[in-house]
């Protein structure tokens, strides 16, 4: 049977014909635990994109199951988040 994708050719990634492998949008159920990014403060420890400029309105995400942290962006925040 030949693919109506018109994406997918023949010998490439199969699975955008197959809708039980379709991409599918999932929220998250659970909180996050953050703080404020400090302007200036030192970010030893921290894991920041290379995409990323610390800003004033940053937030620094914290791990709950290692205590990892990193940084996420004002504008990812404030698109994502909510507090709860």
């Known amino acids: 049977m030949r693919c109506p994708n018109p994406k997918c050719k023949d010998g490439q990634d199969q699975n955008c014909c197959n809708p039980d492998h379709s991409i599918k949008h999932y929220k998250k159920n659970a909180t996050q635990a953050m703080r404020p990014y400090i302007v200036g403060e030192d970010l030893t420890g921290v894991s920041v994109s290379d995409e990323d400029t610390p800003e004033l309105g940053g937030m620094i995400a914290i791990g ?9 962006s004002k504008a990812f925040f404030n698109e994502n988040y909510v507090e709860a």
């Open 64 to 72: 709950a199951d290692n205590n990892a942290r990193w940084y996420v």
